[in-house]
């Protein structure tokens, strides 16, 4: 930032007009809101560990000027997710919202419908607040059989039925590796959050305007 004088002739009233000449990034600053669960909130780990932290010195390596807000929630399911966005998006007025909620409803086995339902809203309400979205997809255990396949669906139903951005499964490469994984056999380490930001970032970049 500089400041400069204008010519004596704009002089009024004996006070010199000045004017503020602000560089380009402090106008592009914008906030990116991840509205998670416990994949997002780093269970079990630092919370300075946790993808969304990494995400802040990525969009710095990048050249991005976006803050980060993590506003994700251990143990949240879609419906609360829904309750609390408004709220949210009237504080932090984000310019991209990333919705990374749906694991404890299929883990609960809350109906496929009433999941995708809320994940649709959410993303409306983002959207009218005039925020891009992106929203990433979840899996369960092949064990859970027909609804599995169905609750992974809903994900890139969703997502398609609003035009927005989708990443396929957050857990892409760290799923199949247990070592990724603390003892409960659910929450990633610490080690496996930079393949997480990785998974976000490729549907996450096209966003960054």
Known sequence: MFIFSLPLSLLRGGVLVVVLALSPSVFAAGKILVHGDS????YGIRRDAAWPALLAPRLRKEGFDYTVINASISGETTSGGLARLPAALKRHRPSVV???LGSNDGLRGIPVAVMRGNLEAMTQAAQAAGA????VGQRLPPNFGVFAERFHAAFGEAARAKKVAYVDFLLDGVADRSELFQPDNLHPTAEAQPRLLENVWKGLRPLLL
């Open 39 to 42: 994949l997002s909130a780093g």
């Open 98 to 100: 990333v919705i990374a």
């Open 132 to 135: 891009r979205v992106l929203i």
